[in-house]
């Protein structure tokens, strides 16, 4: 429909419009012609707003905003970070949350046992998370089994069967409990490098099969009935796996070698002991989740129902702090060469090209004529904003008084801007990061006490529940 039969209609609606409407929104909550005529009234179709029209509607909104005086005199040196090596690529996958964590654990790994290249497999540890996540919906569903469909568990259970998204605990979870092995002894499938597809098919096998336990425990099923029902659906979901990556090895020969690429010692291996001999950390419990999330009290400690990786692993555990004290522990570790599990929201005024994360990077309310005016918890609340990726924490650049300026990250997207790492600046920071997991030897007093806090449970639907991609 032309513009000419646009205005006709509208024209010939209004004839049928009460004319004693004295206000322009109708008092059912709807859009009057009176109405959409004010509001018309509030564009003005300038010169400099059709030059904005014919600009935004030909290219992309992020590179009319970018502010180009922003890119001059940005400095790249940091003052403390910790050795690293290689940058891996986790592609079209949402496994952040493993990459992360291996690659805090393989540099130490390669710094304790003075390796020159170490890079562990993510397949590997993957195949064992969406086998164990299978278990916790299948265990959840029988667990929830007689309460009604429209129950809120519930029907958070069948919307979130299993992801390729994840969290620290689940990086202690599997990792704990299945070991590692070098990338060499299980490498990347199509599969695993692009997960949607295998994501997709094995929630679906996994619903169906949900609604059969159910139906099987409203028919007076037992619980050996379920649980046998529950092992034979895991044989489908182990095969689905096999199928994709491939199946895991229970024991495998691997080489070290020195920085010349000498071999100094060839032995066998069991995942488990190969974690026990090169890392050997409880990453249960010798490491702390800090939270920055101003929605709820400081200094209080908060559990999250359902966000574990394994049935019989650990809920989510986290201490809420300001986020000045959450840097003060941050750098702490990095003067130790410790590296870090952080999580952010990475993708909010993000230069990818540049390779960093300043909130000034781009002018959105020059461009569109409008200010953005939500602080942190305003944009919590409204879910506006929440933790979407995790990175691995290495450095900080601060200043003469031992305030931080910025920080640089690994990050697991392949080489690019920084080689495959990216700088937030210390504002961004304050803004846009959630969460980082710290070293107990780094942990102050006051944190320490919180620890023993019983914590505050929180249902699985809480928004800092959203796993990390």
């Not at 130790?336 to 909130?359: E, H, P, Q, T, W």
């Not at 309310?365 to 569109?368: A, I, K, M, P, R």
């Given at each position: 429909m032309n513009h000419r039969h646009l205005i006709s209609a509208a024209v010939s609606l209004a004839v049928f419009l009460p004319a004693t409407s004295a206000t322009p929104v109708d008092s059912n909550g709807g859009l009057s012609i009176q109405a959409i005529e004010k509001i018309k009234k509030s564009y003005e179709a300038t010169p400099a707003n059709k030059?904005?029209?014919?600009?935004?509607?030909?290219?992309?909104?992020?590179?009319?905003?970018?502010?180009?005086?922003?890119?001059?005199?940005?400095?790249?040196?940091?003052?403390?970070?910790?050795?690293?090596?290689?940058?891996?690529?986790?592609?079209?996958s949402g496994r952040c949350w493993l990459f992360t964590g291996l690659n805090v654990l393989r540099a130490q790994m390669m710094s304790e046992h003075d390796l020159p290249m170490l890079e562990l497999s993510q397949s590997y540890n993957f195949f064992w998370d969406q086998l164990e996540k299978s278990n916790?919906?299948?265990?959840?569903?029988?667990?929830?089994?007689?309460?009604?469909?429209?129950?809120?568990?519930?029907?958070?259970?069948?919307?979130?069967?299993?992801?390729?998204?994840?969290?620290?605990?689940?990086?202690?979870?599997?990792?704990?409990?299945y070991g590692v092995v070098p990338i060499e002894i299980m490498g990347e499938t199509t599969s695993s490098q692009s997960t949607s597809k295998m994501?997709?098919?094995?929630?679906?096998?996994?619903?169906e099969d949900g609604l059969t336990l159910r139906k099987m425990a409203a028919e007076?099923?037992?619980?050996?009935?379920?649980?046998?029902?529950?092992?034979?659906?895991?044989?489908?979901?182990?095969r689905?796996?096999?199928?994709?990556?491939?199946?895991?090895?229970?024991?495998?020969t691997w080489t070290r070698r020195d920085k010349d690429g000498k071999a100094v010692e060839t032995k066998s291996y069991t995942p488990q002991s190969f974690y026990k001999e090169y890392a050997g950390n409880d990453l249960k419990n010798n490491y702390v989740m800090l939270m920055n999330d101003p929605t709820r009290e400081y200094y209080k400690n908060y559990e999250i129902e359902f966000d574990r990786h394994a049935y019989d692993g650990k809920n989510w555990t986290y201490v809420n702090l300001p986020i000045e004290d959450?840097?003060?522990?941050?750098?702490?570790?990095?003067?130790?060469?410790?590296?870090?599990?952080?999580?952010?929201?990475?993708?909010?005024?993000?230069?990818?090209?540049?390779?960093?994360?300043?909130?000034n990077n781009y002018d959105y309310?020059?461009?569109?004529g409008t200010k953005f005016g939500m602080n942190k918890a305003e944009r919590i609340r409204t879910h506006s904003s929440a933790s979407t990726h995790a990175m691995t924490l290495v450095a900080v650049d601060l200043d003469e008084n031992g305030t931080p300026k910025k920080w640089m990250v690994e990050n697991s997207w392949g080489d690019g801007a920084n080689k495959g790492h990216l700088i937030m600046t210390d504002k961004w920071f304050d803004e846009y990061m959630f969460r980082v997991v710290v070293g107990k030897k780094y942990i102050t007093p006051?944190?320490?006490?919180?620890?023993?806090?019983?914590?505050?449970?929180?249902?699985?639907?809480?928004?800092?529940?959203?796993?990390?991609?």
């Open positions: 030059a904005l029209h014919n600009a935004i509607a030909g290219t992309a909104i992020d590179d009319l905003a970018l502010n180009a005086d922003n890119k001059n005199n940005f400095d790249d040196h940091f003052s403390h970070r910790v050795p690293s090596k290689g940058i891996t690529n986790q592609r079209s916790l919906f299948l265990q959840g569903i029988i667990d929830t089994a007689d309460r009604p469909d429209d129950d809120r568990t519930v029907d958070w259970l069948f919307s979130n069967p299993l992801s390729d998204g994840g969290q620290y605990t689940g990086v202690a979870d599997i990792i704990m409990k994501r997709q098919l094995l929630g679906l096998r996994l619903r007076g099923a037992g619980k050996k009935a379920l649980a046998d029902k529950k092992l034979e659906m895991l044989g489908d979901v182990y689905i796996l096999a199928l994709n990556l491939g199946e895991p090895p229970t024991e495998f959450i840097k003060e522990m941050a750098i702490e570790s990095i003067k130790d060469n410790a590296a870090m599990y952080i999580s952010c929201d990475v993708n909010k005024f993000l230069d990818r090209k540049r390779g960093v994360m300043d909130l309310d020059s461009l569109l006051k944190v320490e006490k919180i620890l023993k806090q019983q914590p505050t449970l929180l249902p699985p639907w809480d928004p800092m529940f959203s796993p990390e991609e």
